[in-house]
């Protein structure tokens, strides 16, 4: 089982559509997860932090779910800007400062 | 703040040849690494350091080397180019476990 996994998608949606996105991960005892953005032929960068509170900016809102051991990203009313590939980000407690990747998601927002 | 600087943005190799990508940055963070993105495909750690003076290998590592004589700086090693080799490759950093990375902008390296 990898240890991040994701739906790599491509998910179609149309302008001000609400998407979601999960996120699974294997080690129970994770303590830090991220969302990242990569746009094509880019470098990832961070989208936001994900809190056990959970915690929104602005049309995103991500949540953890630790008994499940996953991680949700939510895009309201979308954007042709939010075409990307979102990439799930977890920091496995027991190796040091490494994150884990997960393999990414394409979103891709048509007109 | 220019963040993490990675030289050069492209580089055609042939097999066998040698060469150095450079990373810096500029946010005095302990923490970098250096990452291989192939097409399609998540990130895979090659390297890692934690600090000047202390490196590590990640996932990756076979056909790469590394130094850390800076904060600052993080270069990689690429001895005997292979086609295998052709990838995206990115340099991170970050000060602590509690936060995200801040990536270069990569390099395109492709091995003929």
């Known amino acids: 089982r990898k240890e991040v996994e994701q739906d790599p998608g491509p998910f179609n949606v149309p302008e001000g559509a609400t998407v979601a996105f999960n996120c699974t991960y294997s080690n129970s005892a994770s303590q830090s997860f991220f969302w990242y953005r990569q746009d094509c032929r880019k470098e990832p960068k961070l989208l936001m932090s994900?809190?056990?509170s959970g915690n929104e900016d602005g049309r995103f809102t991500a949540q953890l779910n630790r008994a499940s051991q996953y991680i949700s990203l939510l895009i309201r009313d979308s954007k042709l800007s939010d075409s990307a590939t979102y990439l799930c980000v977890v920091n496995p407690s027991n190796a040091g400062n490494m994150l884990t990747f997960g393999g990414g998601t394409r979103l891709m927002v048509k007109p | 703040n220019a963040g993490v600087t990675q030289t050069p943005k492209f580089r055609i190799l042939k097999i066998g040849q040698s060469m150095t990508l450079q990373c810096t940055q500029d946010?005095?963070?302990?923490?970098m690494y250096w990452y291989r993105q192939d097409p399609g495909m998540g990130l895979k750690l090659i390297y890692y350091?934690?600090?000047?003076?202390?490196?590590d290998k990640g996932e990756v590592p076979n056909g790469y080397n590394v130094s850390r004589s800076t904060t600052e700086d993080f270069p990689l090693r690429l001895e005997l180019a292979a086609p295998s080799q052709t990838s995206v490759y990115f340099c991170a950093s970050s000060r602590a476990r509690e936060n995200g990375y801040t990536f270069g902008s990569g390099t395109r390296l492709t091995v003929v």
């Open positions: 350091s934690v600090g000047a003076g202390i490196t």
């Open positions: 994900v809190y056990s």
């Open positions: 946010m005095n963070h302990n923490y």
